[in-house]
């Protein structure tokens, strides 16, 4: 396994942001000072993959760094290393589990129980490592602080890995929340990641990334607010009438 460091820092052309994520909360991030940082790297999995593949789907997962629950998610920036020397195109799959298992049966998926889209974001990256930005998230409700999170980069507009890039990593300690040791990347480019597709930096390291999000209202914090709505337009509109 070979892992690059990271001697220069290039800038996500293009990153995808609403007006939502400006208030929401770091709920998990794993950034430290930055792509410059010391014990930032890039991984190269062509060691343990088929056909001498250095990129492959990897899934993370962690515990967010906020207490209550359930967690509706905002954004998620990710660390990548251009290879090359120009800016280039490539897609980042994100796709959200409940959660990770790492133990037998050996056959079985990490991670379980899709939450939310897979999304596709379309992205031109400057050389070297630098992040995506924050990319905007819609659909994803974590019903507990507990998450893993599969990801990939892959040739634009395919499922093909793309190996002129790398996703970054940096060692522990996390900055906000907590991760697990292990995680997983697809060694056999099948499409899914096995609990015998497990591994561990050494020393520990996580991937280089920041969850967003805010805490999601309960069913009856929104009746509360719907009832206090209603009363509210019918004081106003009998107001409105005892006027004229």
Request: net charge negative; proline share 5%.
């Amino acid at each position: 396994m070979r892992r690059t460091e990271i001697t220069h820092v290039g800038a996500a052309c293009a990153a995808l942001t609403l007006s939502i994520v400006a208030s929401a909360d770091v709920l998990y991030r794993n950034t430290g000072t930055g792509v410059q940082d010391s014990d930032v790297f890039s991984a190269d999995f062509s060691f343990f993959s088929t056909g001498a593949k250095a990129n492959v789907a990897v899934v993370d997962d962690g515990t967010l760094g906020v207490a209550n629950a359930p967690y509706s998610l905002t954004s998620i920036n990710l660390g990548v290393n251009n290879l090359g020397e120009t800016p280039a195109a490539v897609d980042v799959l994100v796709q959200f589990y409940d959660t990770a298992t790492y133990i037998d049966p050996p056959s079985s998926p990490i991670a379980t129980t899709p939450i939310g889209p897979q999304f596709r974001f379309s992205l031109t990256l400057d050389a070297g490592g630098g992040t995506t930005g924050a990319l905007a998230l819609s659909g994803v409700t974590l019903p507990d602080n507990t998450y893993a999170v599969v990801t990939q980069l892959v040739n634009p507009g395919t499922t093909t890995n793309d190996q002129n890039f790398e996703f970054l990593y940096k060692y522990t300690p996390v900055d906000v929340g907590s991760s697990n040791k292990l995680f997983g990347a697809d060694f056999t480019t099948d499409g899914t990641i096995l609990r015998n597709e497990s591994l561990q930096w050494d020393p520990d390291a996580n991937q280089f990334l920041e969850i967003d999000g805010v805490v999601a209202p309960e069913p009856a914090a929104l009746s509360v607010l719907f009832v206090g709505a209603y009363f509210l337009t019918g004081r106003r509109r009998r107001t409105r009438i005892t006027a004229l």
